[in-house]
């Protein structure tokens, strides 16, 4: 005779068990759906900017200032950068994002990186897949592109364009080369065809193989300006580049020089990687690699400006990252990327030539200079007539970093000394007083920022220490410009 008790409590015992089987198979499924929810969830997004343009700016150093733009200034908690398709000749269509706390919406920062010519045709579209919020450009908008978009104003202002970073454009061989440098007249001779043996720029017996970037490239633009040239009739020259070997981009140059002992390139500094930099002179100016410094300062012969471009009165958003970027967390990231940042930085003056005056060599064994750029766009003044005297759109904001450079270092601030110097078109006379007035140009900038300079600290060395030829108009303008030295124990 059976227990009651006891079959009760069987009965119980089976249920509790399939209670059990249930709630564990109930949190299986809630796990799964949890984490198939996770992986496959998409998150609701908002593009707050579009940028388009040059490789040089968009393939590498744009993304990194997207990034730390939504960590530093949008204060995302995540971020990350994916590739989400690409155009026919393989540039990438980048999306960068981040997600900000309290925001529904993760915020995303698009990028397409095609060349330069697209900065300006973004720019003038108002709408649809072809428009963009900034554009990205390794060269200055030129006449060309005003007569193509005649809806974009001028841009060539501190309101529309900006100065994000230096580079210079490398000419680039295979290590077993033996040539080390070149004159810019001698690597235009090489490119038009009027060179063709590596024996006839001292180098082996052998033919020369030349590589150069594509025709949308704003690399390719900037060489074909600053180093080929233009004829009689104002027309650009050609190259003798073979179609096949106008490459999309600076890193298939560096590899085909690599791939081709004999064979000669060019691409922006940064990637020159395990290719070897020629030394580049222009006529009298001494041969320089492009080091930083030779870069920051513009001496270097082929160094560009990198530049982003919006049109006037633009969004909160679009003066944010402009703001970023042209500071110190977005000087970061163009130091990350390998470019050459606008931050102030001391250098020692290591290369002094033997013909240089006494009171330059004099100052070179007690200063260092500062690595800032002021040059001049064109402009009058009434003493000089038609010369250029007016600090450009770059030199304009480097007034201010030297001051914020001033802050930082207060030592300087009552020991720098400000070099002005001229081309030779003058005479000696006039050269000299042209510096001065350049000097003093910066001199009087600075004073809007309370930085009061004694005028037993403004120098001029005339048309004395060219950094390029003097026989071409783009020679003329660097020779005429400011450096600012400052104390060697400043720092």
Partial sequence: MSNPDLNQEASNKKKTGRKLIIVAI??????????????????????????????????????KLAESFLRENRKATHTGINVVGKDSDGHPRVRVWGDVPGDLFREVIEIYAAGSGDAFKCLATEQGPDHCDIGMSSRPMNDQDQSKFPVLESMHNTKNEHVIALDGIAVVVNPQNAVSQLSMEQLKAIYTGQITNWKDVGGADVAIEIYGRDQKSGTGEMFAQMVIGKDAQGHTLSTTVPKSHQLENGSSIVKAVMDHPYAIGYT??????????????????????????????????????????????????????????????????????????????????????????????????????????????????????????????????????????????????????????????????????????????????????????????????????????NSTAAGRNLNRRVEIWVPKNVD
Avoid: C, W
């Fill in 26 to 63: 109930l949190m299986l499924i809630v796990g799964v759906i949890a984490t198939l929810a996770v992986r496959y969830y998409v998150h609701p997004e908002k593009v707050i900017l579009v940028l388009h343009g040059s490789t040089s700016v968009g393939e590498e150093l744009a993304p």
């Fill in 268 to 469: 922006s500094s940064p990637l020159v990687k395990d290719s070897k930099s020629l030394a580049i002179s222009d006529a009298t100016g001494t041969a320089l690699l492009p080091s930083d410094l030779a870069i920051v300062t513009e001496d270097y012969p082929i160094t560009r400006r990198l530049f982003l471009y919006h049109k006037t009165s633009p969004t909160e958003m679009i003066r944010e990252f402009i703001d970023f970027t042209i500071h110190e967390n977005g000087q970061k990231a163009v130091t990350e990327a390998h470019y050459v940042a606008l931050t102030p930085k001391t250098y020692n003056v290591e290369q002094v030539p033997i013909d240089s005056p006494a009171q330059y060599k004099e100052f070179a064994a007690k200063y260092n200079k500062l690595g800032l750029s002021f040059r001049f766009s064109s402009g009058k003044i009434e003493t000089f007539g038609d010369q250029q005297v007016s600090l450009d759109n770059l030199a304009q904001d480097n007034v201010n970093r030297l001051q914020e450079y001033l802050i930082l270092h207060p030592k300087a601030r009552s020991q720098f000394l400000l070099i002005g110097y001229s081309d030779n078109t003058g005479v000696p006379d006039t050269n000299y007083l042209l510096g001065l007035a350049r000097a003093n140009n910066v001199k009087n900038s600075l004073e809007a920022y309370d930085v009061r300079i004694a005028v037993d600290h403004v120098f001029s060395f005339g048309a004395e220490m060219p950094v390029a030829s």
